[in-house]
């Protein structure tokens, strides 16, 4: 197993040069699933955790989600981003002390976003925005653990779709110390072209959340460095399972089964997975 200290220089190689896709497992057996399908990193989902522990998306306490990240970091030999939210915290203070906690956790990277959770005042003004990130890179600094930090912007998520405010803010992030750039909710060619052309040459990560939009090719052709999909395999998951149980329950049939994966190759998935960690 490489050391969290590998993890961490194999990361940030990998935001250098061309494209990846950073898939988002929800627990160990999607972790080490990714892993066997050749993925190069993870990243963590906050939502499709969330869904397992029975809440919604930003209902999960800051204790569990540490305990769910170390989790996902030793489910594997992949260096693991954070979806960290917001930071669990409001003031500066108080996101350096739960950047810091993440850190110790092991994991290569971590997003913090400037979404307040108030409908409204959706956003942290970009002074205190600025302030946070800030925070964050010295707490990180002052560990000496080398993760990349991620500066997210929510605008395109809380019901502001401005492309200038979005670059405005990450440009911010980028000057404030954060290694990645990344404002999910973006789609067209026009906005993603924008977004990397305002941070270059720090990399820009963006989201592929549903079937429709640009693919892994045309992304890296505009000069995307990473690709997540957040919740998106969770929620797959989940549609599958949820269209199966109504079958069952509502209309007494069991077609939906006849998708099932057997047991005899997720036995064999797992045995060989295990034997990697």
Known sequence: MPTIADKRRIFRKLHETGCFVIPNPWDIGS????????????ATTSAGFAFTRALPDG?????MMLAHIREIVEATDLPVNADFEAGYARD????????????????????????????????YDIDT???????ARAAIDKAGGDVMLVGRCECYLVGKPDIVETVARLKAYSAAGADCLYAP????????????EAVTPKPVNVIRASAAGLSVAELAALGVRRISVGSALARAAWGV?????????????????????????????????????
């Open 129 to 135: 925005a600025v302030q946070r990130m800030r925070s």
């Open 59 to 63: 209902g999960v306490r800051r204790d």
């Open 92 to 123: 500066p203070a108080g996101v350096a002390e739960s950047v810091r906690l993440c850190g110790e956790t092991g994991v290569a990277g971590l997003s913090v976003e400037d979404a307040t959770g108030d409908d409204g005042e959706p956003l």
């Open 185 to 196: 909710g973006i789609r067209t060619r026009e906005e993603v072209a924008a977004v990397v």
């Open 31 to 42: 972790a080490r699933y990714l892993r066997h399908l050749g993925a190069k990193a993870l």
């Open 241 to 277: 399972f949820m269209k199966a149980a109504q079958e069952i329950m509502t209309d007494g049939r069991f077609d939906a089964l006849a998708s099932a994966t057997p047991n005899a190759e997720l036995n064999a998935l797992f045995r060989d997975t295990a034997k990697q960690v």
